[in-house]
């Protein structure tokens, strides 16, 4: 079993950066993939990024290339977010996910979830 817990969230203006961190507890050695995802109000979930345990590749959608950084501390068990040039469409709850067998962007295929942490970018 894993336990996610995510915090960093908060209001910045449009350009903005903020770092996410999400604490993994529990069965991690055994976690093949953890990932960003985020959900806009009235909007499906959406996969950001994921970190491979397996070779520590990252993956990254087209909406968070080239701003967004996706980093994990083996030693503190976290896995960060680090979003630069943040943009008011970037809004939404940030959720961490953690899946056992392979790694993607889909959210149906992640197990554990952490309770998400909220940013908000104002124009």
């Known amino acids: 079993h894993v336990q996610l817990v995510e915090s960093g969230g908060g209001s910045v203006q449009d350009g903005g950066s903020l770092r996410l961190s999400c604490v993994v507890h529990?069965?991690?050695?055994?976690?093949?993939?953890l990932a960003w995802f985020r959900q806009p109000p009235g909007k499906e979930r959406e996969g950001i990024a994921y970190s491979d345990s397996r070779d520590g590749t990252p993956f990254y959608s087209g909406s968070a290339k080239g701003r967004f950084t996706i980093s994990k501390d083996n030693v503190k068990n976290t896995l960060y977010l680090q979003m630069n040039n943040l943009k008011p469409e970037d809004t939404a709850r940030y959720y961490c996910a953690a899946r056992t067998h392979g790694c993607g962007l889909r959210a149906t295929q992640y197990t554990y979830w952490g309770q998400g942490t909220q940013v908000t970018v104002s124009s």
């Open positions: 529990g069965d991690t050695d055994r976690q093949d993939c």
